[in-house]
């Protein structure tokens, strides 16, 4: 089982360092080559960083609209969210209360139309 770890380990590291094995063996050493040797390595940095913020901005987006529609359980979907990614945001937009969302009189937070009290601040509405 080891030597199975060891050769997927080695598999996806000849993978990962695949772009520069390809510009390494030319022999031109002109700018060019290097600048797309530098996007190609630089990318595999880059793209798993931008998904983390995605990511976050994601959980801050539904622990805000979870909050604002009322929910008492918003860390429970900004757990969903955060283990399942997209699946779980498509699942709390389409579970989540409907309807507009509507500013508050006396704290000037967004809260739910039909909702009877801000889930901010405890203002009654008539």
């Known amino acids: 089982m080891r030597l ?33 040797g530098f996007a190609c390595c630089g990318s595999l940095f880059l793209i798993p960083v931008v998904l983390f913020i ?3 901005a994601m959980l801050v987006w ?17 757990l969903l969210v955060f283990f399942t990614s997209i699946i779980g945001l498509i699942i709390y937009i389409l579970s989540r209360p409907q309807g507009n969302l509507v500013t508050c009189p006396n704290c000037r937070n967004k809260k739910l139309q039909a909702a009877l009290r801000c889930p901010y601040c405890g203002y009654a509405t008539q």
């Open 4 to 36: 199975c770890a060891l050769k997927r380990s080695a598999i996806v590291a000849a993978l990962c360092l695949l772009p520069s094995f390809a510009f390494a063996q030319r022999g031109y050493n002109d700018a060019a080559t290097e600048a797309a």
């Open 54 to 56: 995605l990511n976050i």
């Open 62 to 78: 539904v622990a805000r609209d979870a909050k604002a529609r009322g929910l008492d359980n918003s860390v429970l979907w900004m």
